[in-house]
């Protein structure tokens, strides 16, 4: 293995907010083992997610585009084969390349993102993959190949089906039905069990394959709904949940309403309802923290550490009924888009520094490529000028004309749901709209079918809880500024989709307005 390919691990704690952790700011010590782990690692105080939920978010770190321009919006997206993934760059230049996830949406669904894995181990299905990590005892072949012929035929196309079908989804939503695929079949996976085999996976590929580059991506989804936290961490966490029975009674109802872990609120929770999510929340964040001690200390022990990339990320956060919306379906307010990011390797990412400007997780992408030392780039964006590693000499060495934004297209399959049993909150939170939301050095414009609907200064009100697009005294320039830079955005996105990074010259001649506007941006001659 040469100094240019060391180790790369992305590890996705899936529906994690950055504020509920202490290095950046909770009061609460949820997050022992991270902010241990940080002391070691550049931290990004502003990184802010592609997109408000799993797929477009993770299809964004994966290609390095925008949502816009990869397209994969929805749950039956398929991922265009002409757009390539980081696994699939790392394993053409002789990485081996294995995933453990434990999201459904990104380990069951035939969309493309599991494209260019030599080996992925998913979790959140009703069989399981089990890792072949030099294991070839005759029992264990043969109850892997018992449990690949089930899911081949009978589970995994049922599914995937979910990912397509309103019904099925509709029918999924229903209190009697939740507990059955939420617990039964394995909807969160298995955090303690993928982080044993993703760490057994390192020191078996160490120990026979040392010199040989490894990328390794792993998903958790402990603090994704629905929350069984063990006792003794709920004990700890929200101590009065022995003695209080409305608490308990509102999670285990909530557990299993997954139509309210999306739909917006027409009537706010009761104090004590708030309370019991945020608590309960907090215990799942603190459990999942335990066990991340398992591959921080392999790493650590075994030496290989300051040569592997360890990048800890989130695809979105939750919303709790802050600005009355919950889980992570429509919104882009902070509490779901802004998103913890930190990145260790000493090699190119100083121990302790602190960024505290914008960047868009969608550089993940970029960043890997460049600890690997592959060259690449995708419609003129290099790996070099849009590596992380480019943030640390602050705003004045970021690439030019880079846009931090955020791109919400809402779920239809869910959407469709919410017709027939929630229309009342279609209509009045406006959920058929896709927003987005562009940030600026201090504010962030949020629109609601590109047209401005909210402006706020985030660093000076980090809740979101005044909208100066209603008194803009002293923020007209910036917003004005703003408006004109989506735009711009939103037109090189479409010119994106619309093309492909393997297409060549694109053919603009049949869209005057679009290349219009594409030579007023200096995009094209």
Avoid at 326 to 346: D, K, S, T
Avoid at 435 to 448: C, D, F, N, P, W
């Amino acid at each position: 293995m040469t100094h240019e390919q060391p180790h790369i691990l992305l590890l996705v704690l899936d529906t994690h907010r950055a504020e509920r952790m202490s290095i950046y700011g909770y009061p609460r010590n949820t997050t022992p083992t991270l902010a241990r782990f940080a002391e070691g690692a550049t931290i990004f105080d502003w990184a802010f997610a592609p997109g408000q939920w799993t797929i477009p978010s993770h299809g964004s770190m994966f290609t390095g585009l925008y949502p816009t321009a990869h397209q994969s919006i929805q749950s039956y997206s398929m991922l265009p084969d002409s757009i390539p993934t980081v696994a699939e760059i790392l394993r053409g230049q002789g990485y081996e390349t294995v995933g453990f996830c434990n999201n459904p949406l990104v380990g069951v669904l035939d969309n493309g993102l599991k494209r260019g894995f030599n080996y992925f181990y998913n979790y959140g299905a009703t069989f399981p993959d089990i890792p072949r990590i030099g294991d070839d005892r005759p029992l264990r072949r043969l109850q892997r190949v018992a449990t690949d012929l089930i899911k081949t035929s009978i589970s995994t196309p049922i599914e995937r089906q979910f990912g397509r079908s309103p019904l099925l989804l509709r029918l999924a939503t229903m209190p009697l039905f939740v507990p059955v695929w939420s617990r039964l079949f394995n909807f969160k996976g298995n955090t303690v069990q993928s982080l044993k085999d993703a760490t057994d996976y390192l020191r078996y590929h160490v120990s026979t394959r040392r010199d040989h580059p490894l990328f390794m991506f792993v998903n958790l989804m402990e603090t994704h709904l629905p929350y069984y936290p063990p006792q003794n961490w709920l004990d700890k966490w929200a101590p009065y949940w022995r003695h209080e029975r409305e608490a308990r009674d509102f999670i285990r109802d909530f557990n299993q309403q997954s139509y309210r872990w999306m739909a917006p609120l027409l009537n706010p929770l009761k104090p004590v309802e708030n309370q019991a999510i945020s608590d309960v929340y907090d215990a799942e964040v603190a459990w999942q923290d335990h066990h991340l001690k398992r591959i921080f200390g392999y790493l650590k022990r075994s030496g290989q550490l300051d040569n592997t990339m360890v990048i800890v990320v989130s695809d979105h956060g939750e919303s709790f009924g802050e600005h009355d919306f919950m889980g992570h379906a429509f919104a882009i307010y902070n509490e779901l888009v802004r998103v913890p990011l930190l990145i260790h390797y000493p090699k190119l990412f100083p121990p302790g520094k602190r960024i505290d400007h914008n960047v868009s997780t969608r550089r993940v992408f970029h960043t890997i490529l460049e600890a690997a030392g592959i060259d690449f780039d995708v419609f003129g964006e290099t790996v070099k000028d849009f590596s992380l590693s480019r943030s640390l000499g602050g705003l004045a060495t970021e690439p030019q004309g880079e846009t931090v934004a955020t791109e919400a297209y809402p779920p239809m399959n869910f959407l469709n749901v919410m017709e027939v049993n929630h229309p009342a909150a279609v209509e009045r939170f406006r959920v058929r709209e896709v927003r987005r939301a562009i940030y600026s050095e201090r504010g962030k414009l949020i629109t609601v079918g590109d047209r401005p609907d909210e402006f706020f200064d985030v660093h000076g009100d980090p809740l979101e809880s005044t909208n100066l697009l209603e008194r803009p005294y002293g923020y007209e320039n910036e917003i004005l500024s703003l408006e004109h830079r989506l735009e711009d955005f939103i037109t090189v996105q479409q010119a994106r989709r619309d093309g492909s990074p393997g297409a060549g010259r694109l053919d603009y001649s049949n869209n005057p307005e679009l290349l219009e506007r594409l030579r007023g941006l200096g995009y094209i001659e």
